[in-house]
C-alpha cells in the first residue's frame, strides 16, 4: 500500500509539472502538440527508411562476398606462389582485405552482423577448402577467415562487417529542413484553426457596457459560421432582455415622480410638525430614488455623446471653482508639474458626471475631498477623488458597484445613499473606454480611480488655452 500511495504521489507530482510547464495560450500548446508529432513521426519514417536501407545494402554486400571470395580464392590458387602477394592489394576490397598467413586467433563469432558475412563465407568456401573463423577484439566489429588453399599456403580474409552504407553530409541540413517546413505548415493550421476563436473574442470584447450586438462576420468553415450565427442571435436575446428590463426601470421611475409630487404638496398643506418632517424626508428619499433609478437606465443604454477635445485640466479646476463656490471644500491639485495644454479626446459630459458622482459621494460622508490628476501614458488619464471618511471593508470594494447594494456601517440608506451612484458611475467610466474602482487609502479614507482613455488619440484637435 504505502508503494502505490507513493507511485500516485509520483504521477500528480509530474502531471503538476507538466501543467505548470504548458504554456498559456491555445496556439502555443497546439503547435506544440502538432510540431512534436510530426517531428516524431518524420524522425521514426526517418529511422525506419535509414534502417532497411542499411538492412538491403548489407544483404547485397553479404551475396558479393559470397561470388567475389569464392573468385579471389580460386585465382590466388592459379597463381603462382611468388605472385600471389602482388594480387592481394587488387582483391582488396572497402569491407575486407587479404592476407598470406595464419592470421591470429581469438573467440568465436558471435556478432550479429558477423555472422550474416559469415554465412555467405561458408556458402563460398564449402565444400573444398578447409576454414575457420574467429572474433578480432577490438572496439568495431571485426573477424578473420582462415582459409587453406589447394597447395596448403594459409591464407586469412579481415572482414570488416560495416552496417549498410555511409550517409550523404547533405542529409542533417535535409531533415532540418523538412522539419522547418513542417513547422511553418504546423503554424499556419493552428493559427487557421484559432482564428475563429480570436475573432469570437473579439466580438464579445466589442459588446461594450451598452450591451449594443457588434455582428461576428457568419462566414468560413462550416462549424465557424454555425457559431458565428449562434452568437450572434446571442447577442440580440441579450440586448432584448436587458432593453425590456432597464425599460422597465425608467418606467417605473420615471411614473413614480407624479405621486411623489402629489405627496409632497399635500404634506407641504400640513401643519408644520415631527410627523410632516418624517415624512418630507421619506419623499425625499423616494424622489431621489426614482431619479437615480433613470439615471441609471440611461446610462445603461442611452445614446452615447459625440466625443470632442477638451482639456482636462481646466475641466476639473472648473468643477472644483463650482464646488467651492456653493461652500464644499472641494480642491484640485495638477500632477506632474507645471500645467500643460494636451487636447484629450473624450466625452465631456459623461466625464463630469462620473467626477460628480465620485465628489458627491466623498463629500456626503467626509466633508472634504481632494480631486488629483496624471497623465501616466500617451492618450490616458488617471482621476483620483479622495477623501479622509470612514472608508470600505475591503470584502466589499467591489460589491459597492452592484446596483441598489448599500453597506450597512458608515456609508448607508440613512445618510440619503440610494445604491446606484457607483453603479452608474461605473458604466459611464465604461463608455469612457476606461474603469473605476475604490482603494482604501494606507491614513485613512477611500479613494476613487478613474482611468480614461482617449477616444481617437491619434486624431486630436487643438484646444485653446
Request: hydrophobic share 45%.
Amino acid at each position: 500500500m504505502p508503494g502505490h500511495a507513493t507511485g500516485g504521489n509520483g504521477v500528480k507530482r509530474i502531471a503538476a509539472l507538466l501543467r505548470a510547464l504548458a504554456p498559456a495560450s491555445l496556439f502555443a500548446r497546439l503547435s506544440i502538440i502538432l510540431l512534436a508529432g510530426l517531428a516524431a513521426a518524420q524522425f521514426l519514417s526517418a529511422m525506419l527508411t535509414i534502417d532497411e536501407r542499411n538492412d538491403a545494402s548489407m544483404g547485397a554486400m553479404i551475396d558479393y562476398v559470397e561470388v567475389d571470395l569464392r573468385t579471389a580464392v580460386a585465382l590466388l590458387e592459379r597463381l603462382p606462389h611468388d605472385e600471389r602477394a602482388a594480387w592481394l592489394p587488387r582483391l582488396e576490397r572497402g569491407g575486407y582485405r587479404y592476407a598470406l598467413g595464419a592470421g591470429q586467433a581469438g573467440p568465436p563469432v558471435t556478432a550479429p552482423h558477423s555472422m550474416r558475412v559469415l554465412a555467405s563465407v561458408t556458402r563460398a568456401l564449402t565444400p573444398g577448402h578447409a576454414f575457420s573463423a574467429h572474433a578480432v577484439a577490438g572496439d568495431a566489429e571485426r573477424f578473420q577467415v582462415h582459409v587453406t588453399l589447394a597447395d596448403g599456403q594459409p591464407l586469412t580474409v579481415d572482414f570488416r562487417p560495416r552496417r549498410g552504407l555511409p550517409l550523404s553530409e547533405r542529409l542533417p541540413y535535409m531533415l532540418a529542413g523538412q522539419l522547418a517546413l513542417v513547422a511553418l505548415a504546423c503554424w499556419l493550421a493552428v493559427r487557421l484553426a484559432i482564428q475563429p476563436l480570436r475573432t469570437l473574442a473579439d466580438a464579445a470584447d466589442a459588446l461594450g457596457p451598452g450591451l449594443r450586438p457588434v455582428r461576428m462576420p457568419e462566414q468560413g468553415p462550416s462549424e465557424v459560421a454555425a457559431a458565428a450565427r449562434a452568437f450572434n442571435a446571442m447577442q440580440q436575446r441579450i440586448a432584448a432582455y436587458v432593453d425590456e428590463r432597464l425599460r422597465i426601470l425608467a418606467a417605473i421611475s420615471h411614473d413614480l415622480q407624479t405621486p411623489i409630487t402629489r405627496m409632497r404638496l399635500r404634506v407641504d398643506l400640513m401643519d408644520e410638525s415631527p410627523q410632516q418632517q418624517r415624512l418630507i424626508d421619506d419623499l425625499r428619499q423616494l424622489e431621489d430614488l426614482a431619479r437615480q433609478g433613470i439615471g441609471y437606465a440611461r446610462a445603461m443604454h442611452g445614446q452615447l455623446e459625440p466625443a470632442r477635445a477638451i482639456d482636462p485640466d481646466d475641466l476639473l479646476d472648473a468643477m472644483a471653482l463650482d464646488y467651492r463656490d456653493s461652500g464644499a471644500g472641494v480642491a484640485f491639485e495638477r500632477q506632474g508639474g507645471a500645467p500643460e495644454v494636451i487636447p484629450f479626446v473624450t466625452r465631456a459630459g459623461a466625464l463630469r458626471r462620473v467626477v460628480t458622482n465620485l465628489v458627491d459621494n466623498g463629500l456626503k460622508y467626509a466633508g472634504e475631498v481632494n480631486i488629483t490628476m496624471e497623465r501616466p501614458a500617451q492618450g490616458v488619464i488617471t482621476i483620483r477623488v479622495l477623501d479622509r471618511g470612514p472608508g470600505i471593508p475591503e470584502a466589499a470594494l467591489e460589491q459597492v458597484f452592484e446596483p441598489f447594494y448599500r453597506l450597512e456601517s458608515s456609508r448607508n440608506r440613512d445618510t440619503g445613499g440610494t445604491g446606484l451612484g457607483l453603479a452608474i458611475a461605473r458604466q459611464l467610466a465604461l463608455t469612457l473606454g476606461g474603469g473605476l474602482t475604490l482603494h482604501n487609502r494606507p491614513d485613512g479614507g477611500l479613494e476613487a480611480r478613474l482611468v480614461v482613455r482617449a477616444v481617437a488619440p491619434a486624431d486630436q484637435p487643438k484646444v485653446n488655452a
